[in-house]
């Protein structure tokens, strides 16, 4: 990694370690609860945002990893994914852990992208 001080990368590690977790439950929470709870869980802008959501978090830990010039950027928009998807999941119900893991997400991002600033 490029030389930052222990408390950035502590901060990087925290957030890559969001990020990671983030991508699991939602990807875990919309192929199995959602899938199998239906109705208004399958809806697809709700499903679609989930999966997004996921996919995003993966990407943001991806670049943290490699150290990429871009990540703070990347954060920037994680976050703004994150904060929808727990909004999202919030109206729908019985979401709960997937509410708390994009909050948390979204949290860890902003830092990020308020670091490099």
Do not use: P, W, Y
Not at 37 to 65: D, P, W, Y
Not at 100 to 107: G, K, L, S
């Amino acid at each position: 990694m490029h030389h930052t001080s222990s408390h950035a990368s502590q901060d990087m590690q925290n957030c890559i370690a969001a990020c990671t977790r983030c991508h699991q439950i939602c990807l875990q929470t919309g192929m199995n609860h959602c899938l199998e709870t239906g109705g208004k869980h399958v809806e697809a802008a709700h499903f679609r945002l989930l999966m997004n959501c996921a996919e995003i978090c993966q990407t943001s830990a991806n670049f943290m990893l490699s150290s990429s010039h871009h990540s703070s950027s990347l954060c920037g928009i994680c976050a703004e994914i994150c904060e929808a998807c727990a909004i999202d999941c919030e109206r729908i119900g019985d979401m709960d852990e997937c509410v708390q893991a994009c909050r948390d997400c979204a949290e860890t991002c902003r830092q990020m992208v308020n670091m490099q600033h």
